[in-house]
């Protein structure tokens, strides 16, 4: 008993020691490092997983990182100048900023959406909310994302989703934000086929939801889901993967991958 | 005395024109069918955009209903003396591709090459002049430097492809690289006389970067590609750049840009400095997805913001630059939130964005050979030259 209370500080101090909560790649001159990796230890439980996004400036650099679906934290650090931290979410947002003398200020930001919802105008979204929904049934399949604006992400639409189904997952089409519903119902149709809804004599949409819904999900935008088109995400027993697939893969491809990435989502 | 005075007033002139800068931004309308809705209500900004060496041509494909699927775009002096952007029909299929560099040939994407001319004067009616290169799916070329007429090199990079049988499958696999020999005929009309490839690429760095790669784009001179390697032992989603080995088969990862990025694509390597890339990427300002186009200075290692906040830009995920450094997208527009949509091209001096104007006051040792701006001069040279390889 001695022995393990003696072990458990060092313990705690070791790892205390070895989160630094900073990205690897982060700027080196960067003001106000301690206040920032404090700060960011109270926002993350353990050392976060940073992907770094496109520097928005020849000298900031930014980087993203999350432990919970659709809330995101963008950190963006200038060289010799204090770094800021965003906390992107659907409902609500968040700036902290540290001045020249490394006070910290909070500033409260709107929600990040792509379409605001309302009675006069609804929009047939794909939100977190959604992507919560479907993790918490545990089943396992593909999000794809796509857009009547990149030709193989429609024509390879119908192939995809054969092959998923095929499997035995589920298959959630995502439409590019950006596109109109009725550009994609004439690319559909002059590309692909036709998307129909789920009645009884006619092919169900394994998502169960209408096939146009447009993204305006913080998770996946979050997840460069809109660089290129298509973009193919997979989830299992609850959990999003963290890579996707970017572009088209034939069926070998896609289904290397995701028989790989099912077994790294234990 | 007065003649000699005219003279030099003259030389004055030009000296002073010569070294205007060109507008730092500069929006280019679609003008004529290209600006006819589809059925759907929008007009096509066309995909695949792909920029000519001197900025006067982009070959587009999904034109819109009132175009053949592929045009090709020239940006011209209106009689009114506004710019705009005019299409020319062909009878290529979706995703036909430009030989790069030397923008010599237009692809169609069973091999088939064309001249320019041909396609600006004979539109649908243009006859190829040899078919030859790796076929299908996102292939891109680029002229190898140092052509004669005798010798010409053109290297094709294709899409991941596998060999299932004795069929090349499109879509999956190893990257596969093709180089065709042309030459020119006395009657100035172009063959191929022999080829190498295709070859599989890339088996060399497999431990590192896995097998498959999306989003490749060959650099204009054929030495270089960038790709986004799919499973790489790092687990980064990140652009990288590779070198084409000389056994044409092996590949040597050369840069990473350490972002996913839409393709990065090609500028030219000029003066000793290494190719840059331009390419379309995202990231948020004040809590709302912001999209523009960077460039990726790959010897300063640092991404410059390219784009114009001044207006509200949706820009086309394939940007290209020209010889002297203009970056060209198409886009659509508006000059303020309530204001119509305008679709076009947008010319940018990378010299005269923002951001670069920053970084040079703030490391003037590191941008001493970065420009004021480039100059109107610079671009009627580079078109003169382009226009002898065009021959027209």
């Known amino acids: 008993m001695k022995i393990l209370i003696a072990i458990l500080p060092l313990i705690f101090s070791a790892q205390a020691a070895t989160a630094s909560y900073l990205p690897e790649d982060i700027y080196k001159n960067i003001k106000c490092q301690k206040e920032l990796q404090s700060h960011l230890g109270s926002l993350f439980s353990k050392d976060p997983k940073w992907e770094r996004t496109v520097d928005t400036s020849f000298d900031t650099q930014a980087f993203r990182a999350s432990e919970k679906i659709g809330e995101w934290y963008e950190l963006r650090v200038t060289e010799g100048k204090p770094p ?19 006070a910290l200020a909070t500033k409260t930001l709107s929600g990040f959406e792509f379409f605001k919802q309302s009675k006069k105008n609804l929009i047939d979204n794909f939100s977190d909310e959604d992507l919560v929904q479907t993790l ?3 089943k396992t399949g593909v999000i794809y994302v796509w857009s009547p604006r990149m030709v193989y992400s429609v024509t390879e639409f119908f192939r995809v989703r054969a092959l998923v189904q095929k499997k035995g997952y589920e298959f959630i089409p995502v439409l590019d934000h950006s596109a109109t519903v009725q550009e994609a119902k004439d690319a559909m149709k002059t590309l692909g086929g036709e998307l129909k809804l ?32 298509p973009v193919i995400y997979m989830y299992s027993k609850g959990q999003l993967h963290p890579r996707r697939i970017v572009g088209v893969l034939t069926d070998k491809g896609l289904d290397l991958a995701m028989t790989e990435w099912l077994g790294e989502l234990k | 005395m007065k003649s000699a005075l005219c003279f030099f007033a003259i030389l004055c002139s030009v000296g002073a024109a010569s070294a205007k800068c060109i507008p730092a931004n500069e929006y280019i309308p679609f003008v004529g069918k290209a600006t006819k809705p589809n059925s759907n209500g929008m007009i096509a900004l066309g995909m695949y955009s792909r920029i000519s060496p001197d900025g006067r041509f982009v070959l587009r494909s999904f034109s819109g209903d009132h175009l053949s699927a592929v045009t090709l775009m020239e940006i011209f002096k209106q009689p009114n003396g506004q710019k705009g952007a005019r299409a020319y029909e062909t009878d290529f299929d979706n995703e036909a591709f430009p030989v790069q560099g030397s923008w010599r040939f237009l692809v169609d994407i069973d091999g088939s090459h064309y001249l320019v001319k041909d396609i600006v004067t004979l539109q649908k009616d243009a006859r190829k002049q040899f078919r030859g290169g790796i076929t299908g799916f996102y292939t891109a070329a680029a002229e190898k430097p140092g052509a004669s007429d005798q010798s010409i090199q053109i290297r094709t990079l294709s899409w991941p492809s596998e060999r299932v049988g004795d069929q090349l499958e499109q879509g999956v696999g190893q990257l596969t690289n093709e180089t065709i020999y042309v030459r020119k005929n006395p009657d100035k009309s172009y063959s191929k006389y022999d080829s190498f490839g295709p070859y599989y690429m890339c088996s060399n760095i497999q431990k590192t970067e896995g097998m498959t790669y999306s989003l490749p784009m060959i650099s204009t001179d054929g030495t270089e590609f960038s790709a986004l390697p799919q499973n ?4 980064k989603v990140s652009m990288r750049v590779y070198k084409f080995g000389a056994d044409n088969k092996s590949c040597e990862k050369s840069d990473d840009l350490n972002v996913a990025t839409s393709k990065a694509i090609f500028g030219i390597a000029q003066n000793g400095k290494k190719a840059p890339v331009v390419f379309l990427s995202g990231s948020t300002v004040d809590n709302r997805p912001a999209y523009g186009i960077h460039l990726y200075d790959r010897d300063l290692k640092r991404t410059f913001f390219v784009g114009d906040r001044a207006k509200r830009v949706s820009a086309d995920s394939f940007p290209g630059m020209t010889k002297d450094g203009r970056v060209v997208y198409g886009a659509r527009w508006r000059d303020c939130e ?3 949509e305008t679709l076009g091209y947008v010319i940018t001096d990378f010299y005269q964005a923002e951001d670069v104007k920053r970084f040079k006051e703030q490391h003037p040792d590191q941008a001493k050979n970065f420009k004021q701006c480039i100059t109107e001069e610079e671009v009627a040279k580079v078109e003169a030259e382009q226009s002898v390889l ?3």
Request: net charge positive; hydrophobic share 30%.
């Open chain 2, 232 to 235: 790489p032992a790092d687990r």
């Open chain 1, 84 to 102: 800021a931290i965003n906390f992107v979410s659907t409902k609500k947002g968040t700036e902290y900023s540290w001045s020249e003398s490394c």
């Open chain 1, 136 to 138: 918490q049934t545990n």
């Open chain 1, 198 to 229: 789920h009645v009884a004599s006619l092919q169900r949409e394994p998502s169960s939801v209408g096939p146009y819904k447009k993204l305006n999900s913080v998770e996946l935008y979050m997840r460069n889901s809109s660089l290129h088109f």
């Open chain 2, 390 to 392: 065009y021959g027209f």
């Open chain 2, 338 to 340: 309530a204001c119509p």
